[in-house]
């Protein structure tokens, strides 16, 4: 039965890793810390360490250092909320099997922990391979002074043996790229679930409609209260006036209302008044509508859940997009469109619009001070073609082969994860279509999206 320790020093999330992995058939320890973790691995081989990274004491990091250095038969997987890529990269560079991160799902764990045992064995026999070979190497050198025939049956095994190990290495890297491509689906569905990158763009829009028609509301709530003294003073007017149809008497009453109706309506400035509210109305409701649409955007741009193939306009799509973005883009770049007329697309809608998400908030990125993105779209041979370009800094040569590529990216530790493009790429190929880049290091660069319009 396979062994698993499980460190981590809240006891519900230990307690809740135990009882996922052992109703599948696991066998598992559980550790507090660091230490508690050190005595059970001098007690018991285990086949996998799941290790929480911000504990008391030694942290999660040293112990996986610890655990990949002296039990060399032990992976490791890191449990982790991801609030520091610099984390995830240093435990990359050391070695870990994979990553679980908080909080979890029960299908998600099984994933990676059935990925990093697998990737173990792999790992396991591929050393096994080695160890068989040099092995061999030596038997066979030591009877190399025998006749040229046995030489010639030695130089078939050995290439045979070789042939082999060369077998288990190809495997071994087709489960790490699936394995890094699974790890980069799960970082960025977390990410998009929650929309957190785009949360703080969309509540700045929202927030500057809204700031103008609270303030216009104010406003209008200020002139109705001049207004309401106005129209006492004229209903007092009107009284004195009926009276004076009896009367002679009462004239000197309404001259004196008539002297504070002219000074009311000088000192709220009526004029003003009733130019201004009008505008306020418009704005208002302009506000509002702005405010509307950006919700719909933004509801079109997530629906969670609605993760089926139907038909949509590609156009409409970068529009709602680019509205989700406008926080990002504005204040670096203006942005050109022309479209063509398009045919609906089979797709999954928010898939794409990720899609245009990444490529377009990457194009404001890499325009350092002003510049433009520009969008086009177009339909030839029953496929809708989307270019994004900008006049940004472009991307160096030696890159360009590797921007699509799991964790890759040039911007500083703790700016990137390296995650959207190669999602973006996964995406596009799963849509049967094609993503290029064209780029110069200066002028800008260009990305180019072909999609077949009925999804084959």
Not at 13 to 25: D, K, P, V
């Amino acid at each position: 039965m396979t062994r698993i320790l499980i460190v981590d020093d809240e006891m519900s999330l230990r307690l809740l890793l135990e009882q996922i992995l052992e109703r599948n058939g696991y066998e598992c320890t559980l550790a507090a810390n660091a230490a508690e973790a050190r005595e059970h691995l001098k007690e018991h081989a285990f086949e996998l360490v799941l290790s929480d990274i911000n504990m008391p004491g030694e942290s999660g990091l040293d112990l996986i250092r610890y655990v990949l250095a002296e039990h060399r038969n032990t992976a490791a997987i890191m449990v982790t909320v991801m609030d520091d890529p610099s984390v995830a990269a240093t435990a990359l560079q050391i070695g870990v099997y994979g990553y679980i991160i908080k909080p979890f799902q029960p299908k998600g764990v099984l994933i990676s922990v059935e990925n990093a045992l697998h990737r173990r064995q792999l790992e396991i026999d591929n050393r096994v391979y080695h160890e068989k070979l040099e092995q061999i190497i030596s038997e066979r050198t030591a009877a190399l002074r025998k006749s040229n025939e046995k030489l010639k049956h030695e130089i078939e095994d050995r290439k045979r043996v070789e042939e082999t190990l060369q077998k288990s290495h190809d495997e071994l890297e087709e489960t790490l790229s699936r394995l890094k491509e699974t790890q980069a689906q799960m970082l960025q569905s977390e990410k998009m679930a929650s929309i957190g990158q785009l949360a703080a763009g969309v509540a700045h829009e929202i927030n500057n409609p809204t700031g103008f028609v609270s303030s216009n509301l104010k406003t209008l709530s200020d002139y109705q209260n001049d207004m309401l003294s106005l129209i006492r003073e004229y209903r007092k007017l009107t009284a004195d006036l009926k009276a004076t149809v009896a009367s002679q008497e009462n004239m000197a009453s309404i001259s004196g209302n008539l002297d504070r109706i002219e000074g009311l309506e000088k000192e709220m400035d009526i004029d003003f008044i009733l130019d201004d509210t009008p505008n306020l109305i418009k704005e208002s409701q302009e506000g509002a509508e702005r405010i509307r649409k950006i919700v719909i955007d933004l509801k079109d741009f997530a629906h969670p859940g609605e993760q089926k193939l139907q038909y949509a306009d590609i156009n409409k799509a970068l529009n709602s997009t680019l509205n989700i973005v406008w926080n990002e883009i504005k204040y670096k770049a203006t942005v050109t469109k022309d479209y063509g007329d398009l045919p609906e697309v089979q797709c999954y809608p928010q898939q794409l619009n990720q899609v245009f998400m990444n490529l377009l908030v990457n194009a404001a990125q890499a325009i350092e001070k002003q510049g433009e993105i520009k969008i086009t779209t177009g339909a030839l041979d029953g496929k809708v073609e989307i270019k994004i370009s900008d006049t940004g800094k472009g991307i160096a040569k030696e890159n360009l082969s590797k921007i699509f590529d799991p964790f890759f990216t040039t911007k500083e530790i703790g700016k990137g994860t390296g995650l959207g493009l190669n999602v973006a790429y996964n995406i596009i190929k799963k849509h049967k279509g094609t993503i290029d880049v064209q780029s110069e290091v200066g002028k800008g660069t260009t990305f180019t999206i072909r999609i077949p319009v009925d999804g084959h």
